[in-house]
């Protein structure tokens, strides 16, 4: 498995995300950054910056390495569309160099320059690309890329929430018609008050070699800090079982959730962010 260096701390946890997913993505091809170069048309220093939160990957790019991941295209590119408009936004203040040209010019210009994002394949990847400024976007472009933007997150969305509904409906009828395989144990989570916050039950059992809590039998879903709901609350209860501290098992991925899949993952030799994707629910099901 590579040895990534650590991610600016500046970087936007959204535009995290994504760099993670292609950082396991390539991991999971076993692809040196040449090899990879070869199959995706964009050169292996483009990919060193892609991969190290640099640059912004093109829409191309992301969509080459699903393909080369054996990932869905969809989801990745969903992501994608979320980092690009949080790399927009955190370049938005930064002031370009006054634009040049043979028509009349405004005052001054805002520009983002964004190196090897927009490169076509097999183009020079050396040279700087300006975005223009929010100002200088017209309203149907604007418009157009919003619609796309939610779009793209409904669908996600829509795909997820199906997703998880066929496995909770499927979880409850084997349950209820057979004795779970291996050795189990279980360890109940307090009750949740009235006015208190929502806790989960830890059931926490071994399945066919794997460790499951009751609360989602996801294997692959992305988890960083600020999301919610049963996924977390099953990573919390495995957290606790594997001798880590999430602290409340509340199904919100906070400060000490955090902490805790970092000591996993240190402990299980992936790479350190803290966030949980396939192959630290790998860790915490084993």
């Avoid at 936007?12 to 090899?35: A, E, F, I, T, Y």
């Avoid at 930064?94 to 210009?109: K, L, Q, R």
């Avoid at 279980?186 to 066919?208: F, M, N």
Wanted: hydrophobic letters at 40%; aromatic letters at 4%; a positive charge.
């Amino acid at each position: 498995m590579s040895r990534w260096k650590a991610l600016p701390g500046e970087l936007d946890p959204r535009v995290r995300q994504l760099v993670v997913r292609l950082r396991r993505l390539k991991d999971h091809s076993g692809l040196s950054l040449r090899q990879l170069a070869a199959k995706t048309g964009y050169s292996a220093s483009s990919w060193e910056r892609y991969l190290g939160g640099r640059s912004l990957p093109p829409r191309e790019a992301v969509e080459a390495m699903a393909r080369i991941g054996g990932d869905d295209p969809t989801r990745l590119l969903a992501l994608h569309e979320v980092a690009a408009e949080a790399w927009g936004e955190g370049r938005a203040g930064t002031s370009a160099p006054e634009a040049t040209g043979t028509a009349g010019a405004a005052d001054s210009a805002h520009t983002v320059e964004v190196a090897g994002a927009l490169q076509a394949a097999g183009a020079d990847d050396t040279g700087p690309y300006n975005l223009a400024a929010p100002n200088e976007e017209t309203p149907h472009g604007r418009s157009l890329r919003v619609a796309l933007v939610a779009g793209a997150v409904a669908l996600v969305l829509a795909v997820s929430s199906a997703v998880l509904l066929a496995v909770r409906l499927t979880d409850g009828d084997s349950r209820a018609s057979a004795t779970p395989l291996g050795s189990a144990t279980s360890s109940v989570s307090p009750s949740p008050s009235p006015s208190g916050p929502r806790t989960y039950a830890c059931e926490v059992e071994r399945i066919d070699g794997r460790w499951y809590a009751g609360n989602s039998r996801t294997r692959d879903a992305v988890l960083a800090e600020g999301l919610a709901g049963p996924e977390v609350a099953e990573a919390q209860c495995l957290l606790r079982r594997a001798g880590f501290a999430p602290g409340v098992v509340d199904g919100i991925f906070g400060p000490h959730t955090k902490s805790a899949v970092e000591q996993l993952q240190k402990r299980a030799g992936l790479v350190v962010d803290g966030i949980i994707g396939r192959h630290t629910w790998g860790a915490l099901r084993r």
